[in-house]
């Protein structure tokens, strides 16, 4: 049995909650969209379903749509066109007590449909937070494998982040680069030990859980980049901070000479082969000033 529940946001001074949802009962009802038609979650041309820019997706999404509507209406033996008697009297009660809703059952997988389509209910707690559609959502759908999945997913990166740090310290001189690229300061402020530390409360610290697995995720991208790679962005980060490249409207310039269109392309520019003489040229007067 594949089964999901209904759950309200947790936190009752959350004013999205809305205190009338707390002991009492909402009762979805579909609404309409800005085309005129109901929502339903089962129509193929619906306007979000439309705005899909990439033809293929779009085109998959569609028949994904149609197959899952025509395997509903035949198991259910009903009507499920936006302009079908059927939604005349449809309704689904919320409240603050969990839902669970058996996916196996095809009136609860259109429940799961229609609630997401009418923006009752977000498909997951992270989409309340990263997905601008659902931001206004106090119910969410929690899927109890998908968040075990998440969440020895984390514990594996901060595993594998913890290793790879504790490898940095065999090679200090790398391990403080990494501190120095990670918090935008000079490899110089760093002993072993507290480019050690830092790096580790960074990893480990931070409580929130969505910053927490950015931190992580960024450490592990960088630990992976060669010294030279984060010896170029340093230097780029010091010219700028000294004004020996300047930006204006997204242009990098040193003097007369481009360096790059954006700040990605100038650090992309200034680790290749044909700005060497660039870079030398710039390591130099780096140095001269303090």
């Known amino acids: 049995m594949e089964q999901v529940v209904i759950k309200l946001l947790e936190n009752p001074t959350n004013p999205k909650l809305k205190m009338k ?10 609404k309409l969209g800005s085309d005129g038609k109901i929502k339903t979650g089962f129509d193929h041309n619906s306007l979000e379903v439309l705005a899909i820019a990439n033809l293929k997706e779009r085109e998959a999404a569609q028949k994904k749509i149609q197959s899952e509507r025509a395997e509903i209406e035949r198991l259910l033996g009903v009507e499920l066109d936006p302009h079908s008697e059927f939604w005349n009297k449809f309704y689904i009660p919320l409240s603050d007590e969990d839902i669970q809703l058996d996916l196996t059952n095809p009136m609860d997988r259109l429940k799961e449909k229609f609630l997401i389509a009418n923006g009752y209910v977000a498909p997951s707690l992270e989409a309340i937070e990263e997905d601008e559609r659902y931001m206004d959502c106090i119910f969410y759908l929690h899927r109890e494998v998908e968040v075990v999945g998440k ?9 594998k982040a913890l ?4 490898a940095l310290d065999e090679n200090p001189n790398k391990l403080k ?7 935008g300061t000079s490899e110089d402020e760093f002993t072993t030990d507290s480019a050690y530390d830092k790096i580790r409360s960074y990893i480990y610290d931070e409580k929130d859980a969505r910053k927490k697995q950015i931190n992580i ?3 592990l991208e960088i630990v ?4 030279e790679q984060m010896s170029t962005k340093l230097i780029l980060d010091k010219a700028i901070r000294k004004r020996l490249i300047t930006s204006r409207n997204g242009i990098y310039r040193r003097g007369e000479t481009i360096i790059g269109n954006s700040y990605e392309e100038a650090l992309d520019n200034l680790g290749s082969v044909e700005m060497n003489g660039e870079l030398a040229s710039l390591i130099k007067e780096v140095g001269k000033i303090k």
């Open 177 to 183: 680069l990494v501190a120095a690229y990670i918090f």
């Open 163 to 166: 290793a790879k740090l504790t």
């Open 151 to 159: 969440k020895v997913k984390r514990e594996k990166e901060q595993d």
């Open 217 to 219: 995720d960024n450490f």
């Open 21 to 30: 949802y707390v002991g009492s009962v909402e009762y979805a009802v579909p």
């Open 224 to 227: 992976d980049k060669t010294p």
